[in-house]
């Protein structure tokens, strides 16, 4: 028995696999974009307005302390004194992530790689700019919490928080099984199949 309706078109699959991608490099490179202005503009504030010298602004009855500190390696000043390795690496991480950023189909990885992207060129742009000369420049941080000199936790900027918090959403996606390439958590049998809705209403000959 010949079914006599027309059979159903293919649905295009071009629009939507095209703008999904599409939006999650916008969301990526916008997260990163936000994290790298917000940690320029408030170095650029904290240079202008605190001194090194300056005993730094007391806030929330000395909960966290504004200073200025010239940190020569990495967040949280791991790494004092190795400045150039650490601009190197740098630069080799922000290439990765450019790279790997192609293949993003999750929202919350592409959230946790823009903060990790945003912090890493912010503190990436003081050893390339800011003295003592290119390469080997000294990151500007800022915010010191329960001591004015950071003895109690190093001194960091927003930088450092960005790179920190998309680390912690990166491991925390990975943990709930959320995949890289998928918004779509980890299935007991990953090679399962939905079937097809169309497939299974059709009537049989």
């Given amino acids: 028995m010949t079914d006599p309706r027309p059979a159903d078109p293919e649905p295009s699959a071009g629009p939507v696999t095209g703008r999904r991608p599409r939006?999650?490099?916008w969301l990526f490179f916008g997260t990163a974009l936000v994290a790298l202005v917000a940690?320029?503009?408030s170095k650029?504030?904290?240079v202008a307005h605190i001194q090194p010298t300056d005993p730094g602004i007391r806030l929330l009855g000395g909960a966290v302390y504004l200073v200025?500190?010239?940190n020569s390696g990495a967040a949280?000043?791991?790494g004092t004194g190795a400045t150039v390795v650490l601009t190197g690496i740098s630069i080799?991480?922000?290439a990765i992530m450019l790279r790997a950023a192609r293949r993003l189909t999750s929202s919350g990885w592409a959230v946790a790689l823009g903060l990790v992207l945003g912090g890493a060129v912010g503190n990436l742009a003081d050893r390339l700019f800011r003295a003592p000369s290119p390469g080997r420049g000294h990151v500007v941080d800022w915010i010191s919490v329960f001591a004015r000199d950071g003895h109690v936790w190093p001194i960091f900027n927003l930088a450092d928080s960005a790179i920190v918090t998309g680390g912690a959403l990166a491991v925390l996606l990975s943990l709930r099984g959320v995949e890289f390439g998928s918004e779509r958590r980890r299935d007991a049998d990953p090679n399962a199949q939905t079937?097809?809705?169309a497939l299974e209403h059709r009537p049989h000959d």
Avoid: I
């Fill in 23 to 25: 939006t999650r490099m």
């Fill in 39 to 41: 940690d320029v503009l």
């Fill in 44 to 46: 650029v504030l904290v």
């Fill in 68 to 70: 200025q500190a010239r």
């Fill in 76 to 78: 949280f000043s791991v």
């Fill in 92 to 94: 080799l991480v922000v």
């Fill in 195 to 197: 079937p097809d809705p």
